[in-house]
């Protein structure tokens, strides 16, 4: 196993098709416990197996400003294989996210643009402090 280390504004080490791994139908979510979660799926497009990949997002308040991070790991990740991701939300002021940014041994893969994702009218946003 390796793994590459991501500087961003350099190309990647690798071409793209050999690693290229996609996140969809992002959404927000709340536990039956009652705490909240982005949920999506990552798709695998390459022909080859990953030794782990990793979705995660950045997360904001009302104004814009980031409050940190979530995220969610798999590992042995097989060609055209679908992984059904959970990743907490532990941040009460956290309101809208980043689109996901994906990872994995060959280092930061660049997924297909996405807005901005924000919680459903269901998942109820708490008040700013």
Not at 98 to 122: M, T
Request: aromatic share 10%.
């Amino acid at each position: 196993m390796e793994t590459v280390l991501f500087i961003p504004g350099l190309a990647a080490p690798y071409p793209e098709e050999r690693y290229h791994v996609e996140a969809r139908e992002m959404e927000w979510k709340r536990s039956d416990f009652g705490l909240r979660y982005l949920a999506g799926i990552v798709i695998s497009k390459t022909p080859r197996h990953l030794d782990w990949v990793r979705v995660e997002f950045i997360l904001y308040n009302q104004q814009g400003l980031p409050v940190g991070s979530t995220s969610d790991c798999q590992t042995d990740f097989g060609p055209n294989e679908i992984w059904k991701f959970q990743a907490p939300v532990a941040q009460p002021e956290a309101v809208k996210a980043c689109d996901p940014l994906i990872s994995c041994e060959y280092g930061r893969v660049q997924g297909k643009p996405l807005p901005i994702v924000r919680p459903a009218a269901s998942v109820k946003v708490p008040a700013p402090y």
